[in-house]
């Protein structure tokens, strides 16, 4: 023990006599240490945010469509009732919720002229499943459903158009030959850019007053939410079945999840935390080798010190140790601090993210961090350290 502190001080002294070479040597693991902890917590926080925005448009949803449904030709047989919806409601383990929907192109009169609105006749369960934001007003309670009350939700822009500055709730809008009150308005929780069946410009009704426009009570869009995540499988596989047998076997149903998209954001998030890290670990490498040349360099500055020590006693390990320890100094030194910008940069940044959402850090990645610097270090500080171990007393005294 002694020897190993004392081969340490010696280190310790070395680098303290090249304060500015040890530090720019250091550098290079300064940059990929840090490099390392940041890539870890960017993906992390890109993650969990693509999860909860695939979250917040339906939370374990599953929803179903009629393949061709726009076609001319498509009975009705194959059509997805409410006698459908209310059979999965009844029949599917782990569904919690089931609603559906039914567009149908409209137009509101606004100052005299006609503006084009997406007309959707909705079920109760659709404010839950697609957890849509009432911003005013209410949403449908069952007595709307029951009594085909004429009442509908719009949202904000189709309520700026129609209703400029004044309150649109308790207003009238005129839809085709229905004049309908307005209960509330909405938005998306989470905007899908137009890809669901809500548009900017949408008005929403119960589902039982749009047999008054399309002279069928039928269903273009089923969802279910299922309990858990992990039921989201079971779910998909009982309502494909459940549909093929309440239909004749011509029906096709498309039955899709956000399970494939949330799966497409991981693999492409996975990717690009990979290649970050591989640029990582390569600052890490040249790191290494900017070490590695210091050290010899070291080496041949300090050959005849090396030799003054090992006439006075040093012991071949000894020798090897102090230029380990350097080496390990200047990775694990780096190391530390390249850590530690790679913690404050997320905390510093932490106030101008927006919402709800946290950067995390991830404990591994520190973990990671520090053994691969030091590792790097030690590697790389190995031939330098054994080349110094391996030299001669005469020679190393003899040499100027």
């Known amino acids: 023990m002694m020897h190993l502190r004392e081969t340490l001080s010696v280190a310790i002294d070395a680098l303290r006599a090249n304060k500015l070479r040890a530090i720019l040597t250091s550098l290079g693991v300064i940059i990929g240490s840090a490099s390392i902890v940041l890539v870890v917590t960017v993906a992390l926080t890109s993650q969990k945010y693509v999860i909860s925005q695939i979250e917040a448009i339906g939370s ?102 129609v209703f400029g500055l004044d309150n649109p709730i308790g207003g009238s809008i005129r839809l085709g030959e229905l004049s309908f009150t307005v209960i509330g308005v909405f938005r998306e929780r989470v905007s899908t850019f137009g890809l669901s069946e809500i548009k900017d410009e949408s008005v929403i009704i119960p589902l039982t007053l749009m047999k008054y426009y399309t002279g069928t009570e039928v269903l273009r869009t089923l969802y279910a939410q299922a309990e858990r995540s992990d039921q989201v499988d079971s779910v998909e596989r009982r309502i494909s079945q459940i549909l093929k047998s309440r239909h004749p076997a011509g029906a096709e149903y498309d039955v899709e999840t956000l399970t494939a998209i949330l799966s497409a954001a991981k693999n492409i998030s996975l990717a690009l935390t990979i290649v970050l890290l591989l640029i990582a670990f390569i600052a890490l490498l040249i790191s290494g080798i900017g070490i590695m040349n210091i050290m010899l360099v070291t080496v041949k500055e300090r050959t005849r010190e090396i030799g003054i020590r090992k006439a006075i006693g040093a012991a071949h390990r000894e020798i090897m140790y102090q230029f380990l320890f350097e080496a390990f100094l200047i990775s694990g030194g780096g190391a530390v601090i390249g850590i530690l910008v790679g913690l404050a940069i997320p905390a510093a ?6 919402g709800n959402l946290r950067v995390p850090v991830s404990t591994w990645s520190v973990i990671a961090a520090f053994i691969v610097s030091c590792s790097t270090g030690l590697l790389f500080g190995y031939l330098p350290a054994n080349q110094a171990a391996r030299m001669q007393p005469i020679e190393s005294l003899r040499y100027e």
């Open 349 to 354: 940044v932490q106030p101008f993210i927006p």
């Open 60 to 161: 374990n949803m599953v929803y179903v469509e009629l393949v061709n449904a726009s076609s001319k030709n498509t009975p009705l047989s194959y059509e997805i009732t409410l006698d459908d919806m209310e059979a999965i409601r009844a029949q599917v383990p782990g569904v919690t919720e089931v609603a559906g929907t039914r567009e149908y192109p409209m137009s509101v009169v606004v100052n005299g002229r006609e503006r084009p609105v997406n007309l959707i006749g909705v079920t109760f369960g659709y404010q839950a499943i697609r957890r849509l934001v009432i911003m005013r007003g209410r949403y449908f309670d069952s007595s709307d459903m029951e009594q085909r009350s004429k009442v509908c939700l719009i949202t904000k822009k189709v309520a700026d158009r």
